[in-house]
Structure formats: C-alpha cells, structure tokens
C-alpha cells in the first residue's frame, strides 16, 4: 500500500512539473501580432485643402488652411489675435507624421510644427527656430464659414527707375497677387498690371489665372463678361463718351486669362482695359466686382 501511494504521488507531481512547463515562456509582457501591424501600418491619406482651428500650447488661437498634394503641404495659419497670415510648407509621410515649417514673406524660417495627421485633425509640438523647448499644439478640422472667406491686403508706395506708384499684395488661401500701378504724370491716371501666384512647396510660382478657380468656373466667366458688356453698352452709347467706341465694334468675350485679378479684405475684382486711346481713359476699362463669400464655390 505504502509503494501505490509513492507511485501515485509521483504521477501527480510529474503532471503538475509538465503542466508548468507548458507554460514556460509565456510569463511577462504580451505584443499582439494586430498591435504589431498597427504600429507599421501606413495611412492612406488623399490629397485635401482644409482648415482648421486650434491652438498652441492651449492658450494662443490660430487657424489653418492648408494643402496637401502628395506628400507636400502648403498653405498659412494665423494667430486670431492679429490675423495676420504666416506661411507654412512642409511634408507628410506615409504613416501621417507631420513637418510643417513656417517662414516670414522674405523666406525666412521662423518655427515648425511636428505632428500627426488624424481623422479629427492633427496633434503635436510647435517649436521656434533655433530653440530646443516646444509646446503642444492641436488642430481640429472645420468647415470654414462663408463669412469668414477673407484676404490679407498690404498697399505700398514705391518710387524706382521704373516710375513711382502703389504695389498692392493679396494674400488668399494659397495664392497671392500683386498688383502694381504706375502714375502717368500726362494725365494723372494711374496703370496697373497684374500677376497671380500660387504657393507650391513654400515657395511662390507664377501662375494663370484660371488656376485660382476651380471647374465650375465657366459659370463665374459668363457673369464677368455679362457685367463687362452691360458697362460697355453703357459708356458706348451715353452722349458724353460714345465717341470713344467709335469703330470699336462689338465687345470681346474674355477668358479668365484676360483679366487683372486683385482683391480687397472681402472682395475679388476683376479688370479688364478695352483698349481705347489715351484721350478715353476714363471710360477705357471697368471692374467687376463681387464678394468672396458670393462665388466661394468657384474658388480653389
């Protein structure tokens, strides 16, 4: 009796010894073969032109429209304490991590933005140039209101061998147009011309006109020359300055690429020069105005 009850101890502990060796190994941390793949996944994120709204460090309020095409962001912020807007351009990676630098009008870098793109908006640190302390900063993606489409304006004096006049700047989304106009000591009038560029890659590319548009801008061309030819069918036959329109014949159907292209704070203007001599400047072109918020839907 005394052997069957050793024999049959000596079963149970080889069976508790083999239990626990079948769990050898498996003590300590577990990594999950989907957290594995998470952590490596990449991020189809398509190509975007959003806004957002945040802040630094939870206390400094800024905007954001920004750009994606490919991997390259572009596009400005501003503090909504000034308004002012401040260039970005940066990248951004297959797994949405975000590097976004910010530079002052004379290309000077001033800041970076470090973070990660998310379905909600994108998170992370800002940090100055040259300093090694940062602050976080988040941003939450936002529909922008009608009300708030806007552009930044600054007008100058300017005096050179070319003349002397005014150069207006127009900073919008990620265009910018300058507008120069000349004085003519004859006659007191001043003449513009006018250039559309597009921020691509932190740096600003001249660009056409139609660029500033989007598809459906064929709809926004034919309000333009409806207004263009109401005013010349009014200058042409009013008796004080029909003279002028004197075998001009009928007036042109213009292309976007025609135009002058500037704006005011909450205005796009659209000019044209009908080509007439100098005796008729003052019924030698129009403007067509309208406000941003009216044809948002034909802007890019």
């Given at each position: 009796m005394k052997a069957l009850i050793q024999s049959f101890t000596l079963v149970i502990s080889l069976i508790f010894i083999a239990s626990c060796g079948g769990k050898k190994g498996e003590d300590g941390p577990k990594t999950s073969t989907a957290d594995s793949i998470a952590?490596?996944?990449?991020v189809n994120i398509p190509d975007f032109n959003k806004y957002f709204e945040g802040s630094i460090n939870n206390k400094y309020q800024i905007t954001m429209s920004l750009t994606k095409t490919n991997n390259i962001l572009s596009g400005n912020y501003a503090y909504a304490s000034t308004g002012t807007p401040i260039k970005v351009s940066g990248t951004i990676d297959d797994k949405g991590t975000i590097t976004l630098n910010e530079y002052t009008d004379a290309g000077m870098l001033i800041g970076t933005f470090h973070g990660r793109y998310q379905e909600t908006g994108i998170v992370g640190d800002w940090s100055k140039a040259n300093s090694s302390s940062s602050m976080p900063f988040y941003l939450t993606e936002k529909e922008k209101a009608?009300?708030?489409?806007?552009a930044s304006v600054v007008e100058t004096e300017f005096s050179n061998d070319d003349g002397s006049g005014t150069k207006k700047i127009c900073l919008f989304n990620s265009f910018k147009t300058i507008s120069t106009g000349y004085n003519n000591e004859r006659n007191g009038k001043m003449y513009w011309t006018y250039e559309l560029y597009q921020n691509k890659n932190g740096n600003y590319v001249k660009v056409q006109n139609n660029v500033l548009f989007n598809l459906e801008q064929k709809q926004l061309l034919k309000l333009?020359?409806?207004r263009i030819k109401r005013d010349f069918n009014v200058y042409s036959t009013e008796p004080d300055t029909r003279d002028c329109f004197i075998g001009?014949?009928?007036v042109p159907t213009y292309k976007m690429n025609d135009l002058g292209i500037d704006f005011t704070e909450d205005e796009i203007q659209f000019h044209i020069e009908f080509g007439l001599p100098e005796a008729c400047d003052a019924v030698g072109g129009t403007v067509v105005t309208f406000k941003i918020s009216d044809i948002i839907k034909y802007l890019n």
């Open positions: 952590t490596e996944q990449k009608i009300s708030d489409a806007s333009i020359n409806d001009f014949g009928k």
